[in-house]
C-alpha cells in the first residue's frame, strides 16, 4: 500500500460528502451526508476484509476476529460528523487513519492476536442538535433516551424523527456494557500550536482537561452617559471588566495547563449613550487537575461578589458545566510512546485542552490518544490543515501502537 498516496485519496474522497460551498465540510447527525460518509467508511472496512455493522443510533464497527484471543479487543477510531463549515480533517482523519492502520497490518501481519475493530462514531460536536458525545455515550451506555426525545435543530426538525428516518433508533438501555475491549486508541489532529511550535511530529496524550463554564448576569442600573456622573453609576460594564481583567490576570499568573476564556459578553442596551444597566457573559476554564480547576472557579465566583458589592450591582451566577479532567491510561500512553520510538519520529507527552469521544470512553476501558501537527493551530474551519507528512507520519505512529497491542503476546 502507497499509505500517501491511499491517505491523500481517501481525505478528498470522505471530504466531498458534504462539503461546503464556502470551501469548508458540513456533515450534521443524521443528515443525508452523514450516512453517506458512514457508508462510505462502511465500504473501506468491507474491502479490507472487516465484519461490519451498526449499533441502534449509528455508530459503525469494522472488526477482524483475533487468531488466538478472539475476547480481548483493540480498538481504535474516532467521529464522522463535523462542526458547521468545518475542516476537513477533525474527526474524519482519526476515521480513515483507523482503517488504514489496519489495513496496513493486516496486508503486512496477517490476522492479530488479538481481535481488532474501528469504530466510526456517529457523533461528537453537537453542531446540529443540543447534545454532543451521542455515539461515545451510547457505546458506553451513558446516553438516555430523555437526553434527546424533545430536541430539535435549528429548522425545528425532531432529533427523533431524523434519526428513525434514516433506520436508526435508541439503544437497549438493559444492554450490558462490552467487556471484551482490551484498550482504545484515538488519533487526532492537535487543533492547537503546541506540535508545530516545538517542530515536533506527535504528541501523545496523557490527559484531557475538565471544563467549568459559567454564565453571569451582572444587573446594574441604565442610565444617562452624560448627565451620570461616575460615581453616582451602576455600570454592570466596568464591573465586567474588573472581573475579566483580574481573572486573566490570575491566569497567566497560574500559567499551563490552566486556560481561561470569557468569550461571549453581551451589554444591555448596548448603546452608545447610555450607561450598560446589565451586562451576560460566559466564562470557559480548563484545567487538568480537578483540585486546581475547582480552586479557579471558586476564586473567579468569589471575584464576581467582591466586584458587584463594591460597585452595587446584582450578580446570577450559573455554572452549567463541571466536567472533570480525563487520565489517559498509563499502559496504552507507554504503547503509543514506544511506537513513537520505534519508528523514529519525535514527540512529547501532553494534555488535551479540546474535548474529544475518548474522555467518555476512558472512565470504562483503557485509553489513549495521540495528536498529529495543527497548521497554524486552526481547527473548526475550512483553513484547518496539517502536513500531509504528518498525517501519514500519525498512521504510522498509530499501526505501530495498534500492532504492539494487538499482535504481541
Not at 11 to 31: K, V
Not at 309 to 316: F, I, R, S
Request: charged residues 25%; contains cysteine.
Amino acid at each position: 500500500m502507497e499509505l500517501k498516496k491511499v491517505l491523500e485519496e481517501n481525505i478528498n474522497a470522505l471530504s466531498n460528502i458534504g462539503n461546503d460551498p464556502t470551501g469548508g465540510l458540513t456533515r450534521l447527525l443524521y443528515s443525508d451526508s452523514w450516512l453517506e460518509a458512514q457508508k462510505y467508511v462502511q465500504k473501506q472496512l468491507e474491502q479490507d476484509g472487516l465484519t461490519t455493522s451498526y449499533d441502534e443510533v449509528g455508530n459503525l464497527f469494522g472488526s477482524v476476529t483475533g487468531a488466538k484471543y478472539p475476547e480481548e479487543t483493540i480498538m481504535t477510531g474516532s467521529h464522522i460528523d463535523t462542526v458547521v463549515n468545518g475542516g476537513t480533517l477533525d474527526g474524519q482523519y482519526g476515521v480513515i487513519s483507523s482503517y488504514l492502520a489496519v489495513r496496513y497490518l493486516l496486508e503486512k501481519y496477517g490476522k492479530p492476536l488479538r481481535s481488532l475493530e474501528v469504530i466510526s462514531m456517529a457523533e461528537e460536536e453537537g453542531s446540529r442538535f443540543p447534545t454532543a458525545f451521542w455515539g461515545s455515550k451510547n457505546f458506553v451506555q451513558l446516553a438516555q433516551r430523555s437526553d434527546v426525545e424533545d430536541i430539535a435543530d435549528s429548522e425545528e426538525i425532531k432529533f427523533v424523527d431524523e434519526m428513525r428516518r434514516h433506520g436508526f433508533d435508541f439503544r437497549d438501555e438493559n444492554e450490558p456494557l462490552r467487556k471484551d475491549i482490551r484498550s482504545f486508541v484515538e488519533i487526532h489532529i492537535e487543533q492547537g500550536s503546541v506540535l508545530e511550535n516545538e517542530n515536533l511530529q506527535i504528541g501523545v496524550v496523557n490527559s484531557i482537561a475538565g471544563q467549568r463554564r459559567y454564565t453571569i448576569t451582572l444587573k446594574g442600573e441604565a442610565n444617562h452617559a452624560g448627565t451620570t456622573p461616575m460615581n453616582y453609576r451602576k455600570d454592570a460594564v466596568y464591573g465586567f471588566s474588573k472581573i475579566s481583567s483580574k481573572m486573566i490576570d490570575r491566569a497567566y499568573e497560574i500559567g499551563d495547563p490552566l486556560v481561561a476564556t470569557f468569550g461571549k459578553v453581551e451589554p444591555k442596551p448596548n448603546t452608545v449613550n447610555v450607561v450598560a444597566g446589565e451586562v451576560s457573559f460566559t466564562l470557559d476554564c480548563r484545567h487538568t487537575d480537578s483540585e486546581a480547576l475547582k480552586a479557579f472557579g471558586t476564586e473567579f465566583e468569589e471575584e464576581v461578589n467582591r466586584v458587584v458589592k463594591e460597585l452595587g450591582l446584582e450578580a446570577d451566577i450559573d455554572l452549567w458545566m463541571d466536567e472533570a479532567p480525563t487520565p489517559m491510561d498509563e499502559l496504552v500512553v507507554s504503547k503509543i510512546k514506544d511506537a513513537a520510538e520505534e519508528e523514529e519520529v519525535s514527540y512529547k507527552v501532553m494534555h488535551s485542552g479540546a474535548g474529544h469521544d475518548s474522555q467518555v470512553i476512558a472512565p470504562f476501558y483503557p485509553t489513549a490518544m495521540l495528536f498529529v501537527p495543527s497548521i497554524g493551530g486552526i481547527s473548526h474551519s475550512p483553513a484547518e490543515n496539517t502536513d500531509l507528512d504528518d498525517l501519514v507520519v500519525g498512521v504510522k505512529v498509530l499501526a505501530r501502537t495498534l500492532f504492539n497491542l494487538a499482535y504481541k503476546e
